[in-house]
């Protein structure tokens, strides 16, 4: 299921060459912030997870599955009503057997919300 436009809206996508840059507005009024904390919205981890893995489609042009996580370092709370606007940046290394090696971070101006390290390939 994707989240894009329900979850969170996607206002920019950049490539410096280097690094994927996409700007993210968090859409307060999803379902799931219903029951992830009522009256105290908080996004769920799994939820930023796919966020990354959609961007990351986008990024290269292919529907992609996560394959494999070495790392998920949620370091700070991130919620819609607190960072309604946040950053997703991606890393990614093409390998040999055509998956991709993906480095990413969600961040704002101040604060890493999610580290991630893994691997996905196409579906």
């Known amino acids: ?7 969170y809206k996607l206002i920019s996508y950049n490539n410096d060459g280097e690094t994927d840059l996409f700007e993210i507005d ?11 904390f009522p009256g105290m919205p908080v996004s769920p981890g799994v939820c930023n997870m796919q966020m990354i893995k959609e961007c990351a489609s986008l990024a290269v042009r292919k529907n992609l599955i996560i394959e494999n996580i070495s790392v998920c370092r949620l370091s700070a709370v991130m919620s819609p009503v607190d960072n309604p606007k946040v950053y997703i940046k991606i890393k990614n290394d093409k390998t040999a057997d055509d998956s991709y090696k993906i480095n990413a971070t969600i961040e704002d101006d ?3 919300f999610m580290t991630f390290k893994g691997e996905l390939k196409e579906k």
């Open 26 to 36: 968090l859409l307060a009024d999803h379902p799931v912030y219903d029951g992830h």
């Open 110 to 112: 101040v604060t890493v």
């Open 1 to 7: 299921m994707n989240l894009k436009d329900t979850y």
